[in-house]
């Protein structure tokens, strides 16, 4: 099976614009879940959906969304860019959920100037 | 919330010998313990988990310790080889509400194989 693929692999924002990542899990996998990586915070959960429903929340700002489509892609969007958004975001796929097995993508690198 | 804390932030250990990763979790009701293996620039690779149900799972080289009493589980490789050096992540599901929540990970251990 394929493994988990993420577009656009790098991107350069500037302050105060908009972004959309995209996250294309394995196939048959329903629960797709995202993660920011940074060196202070580390990993963190942002969100997870499953069958196009946001079922979990981590806590970050509104700023943050997403959602998944009825073939399991999701898309992940962050609104007015801030510098402190300059991260890692990496998805995760799994059949069902947070319980199961989560195999990451290789994430989107994402610059805020 | 879960809350998890890994130790140490960096292990240098000579080649063939045992490396040992612990961490503890705050939430009782969390069931799922996976670790993740990060090389420089690659995505986080899931190497073994364990579920809240067992107390101790191997695979080859490796292998996973719960201990549910005292919330803590711990990584063992052993006869380590310089492909072992990367970032080890361990994590915990915890529940909330009627469902799990997202993993929460630990700092992460950056493992050092001497030759």
């Known amino acids: 099976k394929a493994g988990v693929t993420q577009t656009p692999r790098y991107l350069i924002k500037t302050r105060g614009q908009q972004v959309t990542l995209s996250c294309s899990p394995i196939s048959g996998h329903r629960s797709v879940s995202w993660y920011q990586q940074t060196p202070g915070q580390g990993l963190q959960f942002l969100f997870e959906?499953?069958?196009?429903?946001?079922?979990n929340k981590g806590n970050f700002p509104g700023r943050f969304s997403g959602r998944q489509f009825s073939n399991s892609r999701s898309e992940m969007n962050v609104s007015t860019l801030e510098l402190g958004d300059s991260a890692l975001y990496l998805c995760?796929?799994?059949?069902?959920?947070?319980?199961?097995?989560?195999?990451f993508g290789p994430g989107t690198r994402l610059t805020v100037t | 919330g879960e809350n998890v804390e890994q130790h140490p932030s960096t292990l240098s250990v000579q080649e063939g010998d045992s490396a040992v990763i612990k961490c503890t979790y705050s939430d009782s009701a969390s069931n799922y313990f996976p670790w993740y293996k990060q090389e420089l620039g690659k995505r986080p690779q899931l190497i073994i988990d364990i579920r809240s149900n067992v107390g101790e799972k191997k695979d080859q080289r490796i292998a996973v310790t719960l201990n549910k009493t005292a919330k803590h589980f711990s990584l063992h490789i052993t006869e380590t080889q310089p492909e072992d050096s990367a970032v080890y992540f361990c994590?915990?599901?915890?529940?909330?509400?009627?469902?799990?929540?997202?993993?929460?990970f630990g700092k992460g251990t950056h493992l050092i194989i001497q030759p």
């Open positions: 994590a915990a599901s915890g529940y909330s509400g009627g469902g799990a929540d997202g993993l929460t």
């Open positions: 995760a796929s799994s059949l069902a959920g947070q319980t199961y097995e989560q195999y």
């Open positions: 959906y499953f069958s196009e429903t946001q079922r």
